[in-house]
């Protein structure tokens, strides 16, 4: 849809709306308080009773008679006042119905005036005098029309110059509105004389008249009187705080008097303009005819080129390079993926069409959450730690394995360098979840110490009474499947083994020989009977943390879910078992890596 306004001067602007068809009708049809004293109420209309209704980001309320309203709705003080409503149906991820589109971005001919002094030579008679024109309005590079290839020929007193206009671009649609001349003479509504309006030239003319029967015609020019403005409106979606990598292009040729005739000067094209000359947006173009601006979406910049010259014409154009960070082929401009704790993560940016040609990049990523991606191998049976290695964050494709759940973010600078000797700091960020598997676990007591005169154990480690057990039930989505195994620790104090008050590796890093299977659900158990051979006295006193461990079928690493904490005691005089007590077994939320200095090995036979 084309929107035409018009203020009360007389001055008009045009801009082109997409509308996106839904089902839902939305409207807004009453507004309470003062525009300028924000915030104000609304109300309106909608066709669906259950979908919920927000404006610039205020939850509305639907009364479910076809009628809502919502209170508190900010609005600008800036002059224009404008309302995103979004209406979405119960369950729906999408809106039903959305006020806010995404614009394509376009450079547009928002005003424009010059002067001209024409002499024209009809045969029978001629006109003379002065003329001013002036243009307002939106000319869009992509409405249709027919302007060129226009033929100024000029052939007056002698002078004998032709010239044949291809600078005019294709595809422009200009309007102009003519007043009358100093003779009273309207050019535009003359049926022998149509006239055609060529493009404006900044401080400049390029006025192509075209008369269907004669062969010749003066043009002459003036400097002064010109002005231009060409606005880039840079597209996207309002309000959505992203912004817009811009190619703007630019070139200028230089208009120069070819002679002097009457009142004014026969102007013609003279040099092309260097680039080093021409400035765009407030920013000079490179070797390569680029100037490179970074522009925040819904926005209208002035794009006119200025060049050095006194009396140029120009072109100028734009190709507009959308960012977005990339989450394991997912666009978090467009999408809030999700993930599962122990999965690998990798990020890059991505563009949209298509990427801009670079010399080369640097980076600045931040993502949220608790993450590692570095791997430190142990020496002497330590553990591997893992941390997050800094380098990688000022890379091109940074990755994490992240061991919390929840909704995390994703940051980039990045700034790009140019081979015309510019450069551009881009920003964009997104937004990602991870999952985490729940669990429940289940204890399987009694637990009490055991000596059958020769081996102090918790439990009978031969019929299986009294040991310790227990089991976790793990629970995750079905796209989301993976193993489940325990990595267990003790701090042990006893005759035969003493750790100096650290947790030691008991074994091996995958307790049970077979990994529990997830897929949605998955079990593992732990049975543990840790004992002594005492033939006269002993104290004992072992804990132990025993950590559950998750391992995504996709590929990643082992993380943490919970840690089940238990202790046995014994201190024995044979044959007589004088004390002995087990710590009641508890388990903890943890995302903690279990580490270690050195393994124990078959502690207890």
Do not use: C
């Not at 002067?115 to 005098?129: I, Q, V």
């Not at 052939?155 to 200009?174: C, F, L, R």
């Amino acid at each position: 849809m084309t929107l035409w306004v018009t203020n009360a001067a007389g001055y008009s602007s045009k801009t082109n709306i997409s509308i996106v068809k839904s089902d839902m009708v939305l409207t807004l049809t009453n507004i309470v308080g003062d525009l300028w004293l924000p915030p104000v109420d609304v109300a309106g209309l909608i066709s669906d009773p259950t979908a919920t209704v927000s404006v610039n980001g205020i939850q509305g309320i639907n009364y479910g008679n076809g009628m809502w309203s919502a209170s508190g709705v900010p609005a600008s003080t800036s002059g224009t006042a404008s309302f995103d409503m979004t209406a979405s149906p119960v369950g729906g991820d999408d809106p039903g119905a959305n006020t806010n589109v995404d614009e394509k971005p376009e450079i547009v001919l928002t005003s424009a005036k010059w002067g001209t002094y024409g002499l024209f030579d009809m045969g029978s008679w001629f006109d003379e005098g002065w003329e001013q024109d002036t243009v307002n309005g939106s000319f869009s590079t992509e409405s249709s029309g027919s302007m060129t290839h226009i033929l100024e020929q000029i052939n007056y007193a002698g002078i004998g110059w032709t010239e044949t206009v291809d600078s005019i671009a294709t595809n422009m649609d200009i309007t102009s509105v003519h007043t009358s001349n100093s003779s009273g003479y309207d050019h535009t509504s003359s049926p022998t004389t149509p006239i055609q309006e060529g493009i404006p030239s900044e401080n400049g003319s390029l006025t192509a008249l075209n008369l269907d029967s004669n062969p010749w015609v003066a043009l002459i020019s003036t400097e002064g009187t010109d002005e231009v403005h060409m606005m880039l409106h840079t597209g996207g979606k309002n309000q959505s705080g992203k912004q817009g990598l811009f190619a703007l292009t630019a070139s200028a040729t230089e208009r120069t008097v070819q002679a002097s005739v009457f009142q004014g000067q026969i102007i013609g094209n003279g040099a092309t303009i260097p680039n080093n000359q021409i400035t765009v947006g407030g920013k000079q173009l490179g070797s390569d005819g680029i100037a490179w601006r970074m522009y925040p979406d819904a926005g209208t910049f002035d794009v006119t080129p200025k060049a050095s010259a006194p009396l140029y014409t120009f072109g100028v154009g734009q190709t507009k390079f959308s960012p977005y960070i990339n989450a394991n082929g997912h666009n978090l401009d467009n999408e809030t993926p999700e993930f599962s704790v122990g999965q690998k993560v990798s990020f890059g940016m991505g563009w949209e069409p298509s990427s801009p040609s670079t010399a080369s990049s640097s980076y600045i990523w931040a993502l949220a959450g608790t993450f590692v991606n570095r791997d430190t191998p142990g020496s002497g049976g330590a553990s591997d730690t893992w941390d997050i290695d800094p380098d990688s964050l000022n890379s091109a494709g940074p990755f994490g394995y992240w061991i919390t759940d929840g909704n995390k973010n994703a940051y980039l600078h990045e700034t790009l360098y140019f081979s015309n000797g510019q450069s551009a700091t881009v920003f964009a960020s997104g937004q990602f979840n991870m999952f985490k598997p729940s669990v429940t676990i289940t204890y399987y007591p009694p637990y009490y110490v055991y000596d059958d005169g020769n081996l102090v154990s918790l439990g009978n480690r031969f019929t299986g009474d009294g040991v310790m057990d227990f089991k976790a039930t793990v629970t995750s989505k079905p796209k989301f499947p993976g193993y489940i195994n325990w990595t267990q620790l003790v701090n042990a104090n006893s005759p035969s083994f003493y750790s100096y008050g650290q947790y030691w590796l008991d074994n091996t890093t995958r307790y049970n020989d077979a990994d529990g299977i997830v897929n949605p659900t998955g079990e593992t158990e732990l049975i543990d009977s840790p004992g002594e051979p005492v033939l006269n006295s002993a104290h004992i006193f072992e804990q132990f943390d025993s950590y559950l461990r998750f391992y995504p079928d996709s590929g990643g690493i082992w993380v943490t879910l919970k840690i089940v904490h238990w202790s046995w005691l014994a201190d024995v005089s044979q044959p007589t078992l004088t004390h002995a007590s087990v710590g009641t077994p508890y388990d903890t939320d943890s995302d903690t890596f279990p580490e270690w200095p050195n393994v124990l090995t078959n502690p207890n036979p």
